[in-house]
C-alpha cells in the first residue's frame, strides 16, 4: 500500500508533466501556426489536458508565451556562459562579447527560436518590473557583469539599467537584422554591435 508521502510526490510528479506537455505544445503551435492564431484551446487540445487544467498554470496565453520566452532565453544565455567558462579569456569586454557572440550564433543555428523570441530576450531576465530581477539561471550573467565591473573598476553609474539595455539592444539587433535584414545581415552588423555594447559599459 502506498504511503501518503508517495501519493504526493506522484500527484506533484503528474502536475510537472502536465505543464510540461503545456508548454512543449504551446511553443510548437506557437512555432508552426504562430501566436495570434493560436488559441488555448489548441494547446490544451494538443497537450491531451482539461482546459481547465490551462488556467492552474498560466494566467492566460501571453502568460504561458511569457514563461517560454523566459526558458528559451535563459537556456541560449547559460549555454553561451557554459562556452565561455571553458575559455581563456582575459578581459571582462571579451567575456561579454563572447557570450553575445555565442547567443548570435546559436540564433542564426535555429533561427525558428528568434522570430519566437521575438525581440524579448530580455524576458529571461526580468518580470514586471526591473527590481523583481533575476531567477537562478538569469543570476549567472547578471552576477558576471556586476563582478566583472567591479574587478575591472569600471565606472558603470548604474549597473541594472546598464544590463537591462545591452540584453535589450542585443534582442532587438538581432531581431531586425536575422529575421528582417534591417539595416543589413547580423554578420555584417556584429562590430557595429559590439562597439556599442562596449560604449555602453564605458561611457
Not at 42 to 66: E, H, Q, S
Request: proline share 1%.
Amino acid at each position: 500500500m502506498e504511503t501518503l508521502k508517495e501519493i504526493k510526490s506522484k500527484i506533484e510528479i503528474n502536475k510537472a508533466e502536465k505543464k510540461t506537455r503545456l508548454l512543449n505544445n504551446a511553443y510548437e503551435l506557437f512555432g508552426t501556426k504562430g501566436f495570434a492564431e493560436t488559441s488555448i484551446s489548441d494547446i490544451v487540445k494538443k497537450a491531451g489536458v482539461a482546459k481547465g487544467t490551462f488556467y492552474l498554470y498560466f494566467k492566460n496565453k501571453d502568460d504561458i508565451r511569457n514563461h517560454l520566452v523566459t526558458d528559451q532565453s535563459q537556456r541560449l544565455f547559460t549555454n553561451a556562459i557554459n562556452a565561455m567558462n571553458n575559455e581563456k579569456l582575459n578581459t571582462f569586454d571579451e567575456r561579454l562579447i563572447f557570450i553575445i557572440d555565442h547567443v548570435i550564433e546559436q540564433l542564426k543555428e535555429d533561427d525558428c527560436i528568434l522570430t519566437f523570441i521575438n525581440r524579448d530576450l530580455s524576458l529571461g531576465f526580468y518580470s514586471k518590473e526591473i527590481e523583481k530581477i533575476f531567477n537562478d539561471n538569469a543570476m549567472g550573467l547578471y552576477q558576471m557583469f556586476i563582478n566583472g565591473i567591479k574587478k575591472e573598476n569600471i565606472d558603470v553609474k548604474n549597473p541594472d539599467m546598464t544590463f537591462f539595455m545591452i540584453v535589450e539592444l542585443i534582442g532587438t539587433t538581432c531581431y531586425r537584422c536575422m529575421v528582417q535584414k534591417i539595416p543589413c545581415d547580423i554578420d555584417t552588423y556584429k562590430p557595429y554591435l559590439y562597439a556599442g555594447v562596449k560604449a555602453l559599459i564605458h561611457q
